[in-house]
């Protein structure tokens, strides 16, 4: 068995973890916990499978990104334990009061994840739960200033240039990097984006940030994009404006798993 999860390989074949790096998921699970009411959120799948695949129960599962609670949730699900950051303070307060009291490893801090400072908050949190590291941190950020979450200048997706945006997600692996186990995973769930007539493959520079700090890259899987809000109910309008120009449509985003050093 591998010594970072809990897979029973005398019954591989029975295991429902998934292991091509094509995922089709056609539909969002709604079950439990889960709802659609924040905009930008990911499918609970994703996280899903890389906490059965990266962890064990009662590991310890990081989010820099909390948005509606998609991991916390999960991980609640999947018997592990928990900490998130999230920007916005009403969402803070609402994964939080949904979450399982009985967990006394169950923890999401309101505060800017590119910060030293927030970080500093986590290590006395985690010294006082006699915690080490994490296991697995998942970020799904925002994709850049394709949808603006807040008003908040320090929010990912109000930063004004692809530069800035890079800079301030490279800070976040940083601090990220710095309470991950030395063996532990850190997975980057994102997609690209399209502006002033060209492709700009925000995936790829994201896994370059991580790739500069020295994080070994393990997999890139592409995920398919379906039931997006921006295009639902709209593919045949899609369809024709791909028709009259000469760009193909988003069907899908990026999920890099990476080791820690």
């Known amino acids: 068995m591998p010594k970072f999860n809990d897979i029973d390989l005398e019954n591989w074949k029975e295991s429902d973890i998934w292991t091509d790096s094509l995922w089709i998921i056609n539909e969002r699970d709604k079950s439990g916990k889960h709802s659609n009411f924040y905009h930008g959120n990911f499918v609970p799948q994703i996280p899903h499978q890389l906490i059965l695949r990266y962890s ?38 609402k994964v939080q009061n949904n979450l399982d009291k009985t967990n006394k490893i169950s923890k999401v801090f309101c505060g800017d994840s590119t910060k ?12 006082d739960k006699k915690q080490n590291k994490v296991q697995l941190a998942i970020l799904h950020p925002p994709y850049a200033d394709i949808i603006k979450f807040s008003n908040l200048e320090n929010d990912l997706s109000n930063k004004k240039s692809l530069k800035e945006f890079l800079e301030s997600f490279s800070l976040v692996l940083q601090n990220t990097k710095d309470i991950i186990k030395k063996d532990g995973y850190l997975a980057i769930v994102i997609g690209d984006k399209y502006s002033s007539g060209q492709w700009i ?16 890259l393990k997999s890139v899987v592409v995920k398919n994009m379906e039931g997006n809000r921006a295009k639902m ?10 028709l009259t120009s000469d760009y193909y449509i988003f069907k899908h985003e990026y999920i890099f798993i990476f080791k820690g050093n």
Request: charged share 30%; aromatic share 14%.
């Open 56 to 93: 064990k129960e009662n590991d310890l599962i990081f989010d820099p990104f909390l948005g509606s609670g998609t991991t916390a949730y999960e991980c609640e699900t999947l018997k592990r334990n928990f900490i998130g950051i999230e920007i916005q303070n009403e969402l803070v307060e």
């Open 233 to 242: 109910n709209k593919e045949e309008i899609w369809r024709y404006r791909a």
């Open 116 to 127: 030293k400072e927030t970080f500093e908050e986590i290590n006395l949190f985690l010294k």
């Open 201 to 216: 493959p925000l995936g790829f520079y994201c896994m370059n940030e991580a790739q500069k700090l020295g994080m070994t």
